[in-house]
Nanobody, 122 residues
Framework: VQLQASGGGDVQAGDSLRLSCTAS????????IGWFLQAPGKDREFVAA????????NYADSVKGRFTISRDNVKNTVDLQMNSLKPEDTAVYYC????????????????WGQGTQVTVSS
């Protein structure tokens, strides 16, 4: 199983970025996907998650109204649209997968991508 996160970059506060997570080696529609961030010296934190079908989503309070998670089960991708970015969003962003239900606990996830850096300057 391989997960690949991409789309990070250096932006200014207020800008937008779209992260993508692609998966291979499994039946994509059988996995829930979560996005997590990890800032230097801090624990990995939940950002957003989406159910296997894409019908149900969940967001951290800090990103509600700014970030949108979506998935395409034909293309085997999950995107995280990030708008109105803030300097405190700066972190490495990881996508992760687990079978059945999504979760906000990183310890519940079985598979992880390598991470993509997002840097937001004020």
């Amino acid at each position: 199983v391989q997960l690949q996160a991409s789309g990070g970059g250096d932006v200014q506060a207020g800008d937008s970025l779209r992260l993508s997570c692609t998966a291979s080696g499994l039946t994509f529609s059988s996995i829930a996907i979560g996005w997590f961030l990890q800032a230097p010296g801090k624990d990995r934190e939940f950002v957003a998650a989406i159910s296997r079908s894409g019908v149900t989503t969940n967001y951290a309070d800090s990103v509600k109204g700014r970030f949108t998670i979506s998935r395409d089960n034909v293309k085997n991708t999950v995107d995280l649209q990030m708008n109105s970015l803030k300097p405190e969003d700066t972190a490495v962003y990881y996508c992760a997968a687990r079978y059945v239900r999504f979760s906000g606990d990183p310890g519940d996830y079985d598979f992880w991508g390598q991470g993509t850096q997002v840097t937001v300057s004020s």
